[in-house]
C-alpha cells in the first residue's frame, strides 16, 4: 500500500558519492539510479524551481559545477538536499526520486533544450549566451537573484 505521497517504492539504500557529485539510490525493487547533483538541483521540487502552478518552472542556467553538501531525512517519505550554491528549499520524496531516476534521460535532454531555447548556459561563468540580452536590457532583473528568489 503507498502512503498520500504515492509511495510505491522505498529507498533501501542511499549514498552520497561527494567526489563525482551524485546521489546514488537503490529501490526496494532492486533498481539502482544514479543523479548528478546538477540534475536534482536543476530539477528541484522546490516552488522556487516550479514554481506555484503549471507553466511557471525556472529554468535554472550555470550550475554544471554543483556539488551537494548534505542530505537529510525528512520523515519517512522523503530528502532535503542542501546544494553548495545554498539552494536548500527542495523536498524530494521517494516518488519524485524513483520517476526522475527511470526519465533521467528524458528530463536532462529536457533542461538541455531548454536552456538552449533560451541562450543560456550550464557554465556558471557564461550563464547566457554571448548574443542575449543583459537581464536589465530585458526588463528581468531576476537573474541576480533580484526577485527575492535565491538562485
Known amino acids: 500500500m503507498s502512503d498520500t505521497l504515492g509511495t510505491e517504492h522505498w529507498p533501501v539504500e542511499i549514498r552520497h558519492r561527494q567526489a563525482e557529485k551524485l546521489l546514488e539510490i537503490e529501490f526496494d525493487d532492486g533498481k539502482t539510479f544514479q543523479y548528478p547533483a546538477e540534475l536534482l538541483r536543476v530539477e528541484s521540487p522546490s516552488a522556487e524551481v516550479q514554481g506555484h502552478g503549471p507553466g511557471q518552472k525556472t529554468i535554472v542556467p550555470g550550475r554544471r559545477h554543483v556539488g ?42 529536457g533542461y538541455l533544450d531548454a536552456l538552449a531555447q533560451h541562450g543560456l548556459s550550464r557554465d556558471p561563468r557564461a550563464v547566457k549566451a554571448p548574443a542575449a540580452q543583459s537581464p536589465a536590457a530585458s526588463g528581468h532583473s531576476c537573474g541576480s537573484g533580484g526577485c527575492g528568489h535565491k538562485h
Open 68 to 109: 551537494i553538501m548534505k542530505v537529510e531525512p525528512v520523515g519517512h517519505y522523503a530528502i532535503r538536499i542542501e546544494f553548495d550554491d545554498m539552494h536548500d528549499t527542495g523536498i524530494y520524496s521517494w516518488r519524485y526520486l524513483y520517476d526522475m531516476g527511470r526519465d533521467k534521460d528524458r528530463i536532462w535532454q
